[in-house]
């Protein structure tokens, strides 16, 4: 009994030493193998497409078109790795209401099948002293028209100078905040607040940016609709 434990004893010794060698060789070893077939990839990333529905804010007034922020954008997210699954389509027309908007959309969607759509106007309704329950009544049938055609809506927040009044401001303002909140969609902040502060980045008129703030102004954009909106967010 002595004898034939101390052989189990031995045999077994000796497999582990084996097995000990094989793995030092890389032959026996799934640590091995998992260790060598992880490389890095990029994640596979469904295309996404951002109609920006306008107005001379977007597009690019008194500048080139590549000058303008839209543009500037769409180059951030090719240069970049995570997002260059995301294109960016510029629908914006100087001058443009939620009137002309509205009447625009159901072409361009039909046209380059956004699977987003960010609704940049507002703007000029409250320069022409618009209603502001045309105003929403507007917005809201933009959203709606968006949301059919199973794109995502994504609302830009706008201001008006404040020479319209406390209370015409006070009302425009809560406009786009009380329709983002009806339809559960995200309100982007104004990209203008602090730029427009700043006489040196605003054009003669004192509404337009410059072409020196459209970077700013793409940057903005990327940090407060791309990133919280367009792509993963890191595990916790």
């Not at 034939?4 to 004893?9: I, L, S």
């Not at 997210?77 to 027309?93: A, P």
């Not at 794109?151 to 015409?168: D, H, K, V």
Request: net charge negative.
């Amino acid at each position: 009994m002595l004898k034939n434990g101390f052989m189990v004893r031995f045999y077994q010794a000796l497999s582990i030493c084996i097995v000990l060698i094989f793995t030092s060789f890389g032959v026996y070893s799934d640590q091995s193998t998992t260790t060598t077939t992880t490389v890095e990839k990029p994640e596979s990333s469904t295309p996404l497409k951002i109609l920006v529905l306008g107005d001379s804010l977007s597009a690019a007034y008194g500048l080139t078109q590549g000058e303008g922020w839209v543009s500037l954008l769409q180059d951030m997210l090719q240069n970049t790795k995570d997002t260059q699954h995301i294109s960016v389509v510029n629908g914006s027309i100087s001058g443009e209401t939620t009137d002309g908007g509205l009447s625009r959309l159901p072409r361009l969607l039909e046209l380059h099948k956004p699977t987003h759509v960010l609704i940049e106007l507002g703007g000029n309704d409250g320069l022409q002293g618009h209603n502001i329950k045309k105003l929403k009544n507007n917005l809201a049938q933009i959203v709606q028209v968006t949301q059919t055609s199973g794109a995502q809506a994504l609302l830009q927040q706008m201001q008006i100078p404040t020479n319209y009044g406390r209370r015409y401001n006070t009302m425009f303002i809560n406009a786009f905040a009380q329709t983002a909140e009806a339809f559960s969609i995200p309100l982007i902040p104004f990209f203008l607040e602090e730029i427009a502060l700043q006489p040196e980045l605003m054009q003669n008129d004192g509404i337009h940016p410059t072409a020196e703030a459209q970077p700013m102004i793409a940057e903005f954009m990327y940090e407060n609709l791309v990133i919280p909106y367009l792509t993963k967010k890191p595990a916790s």
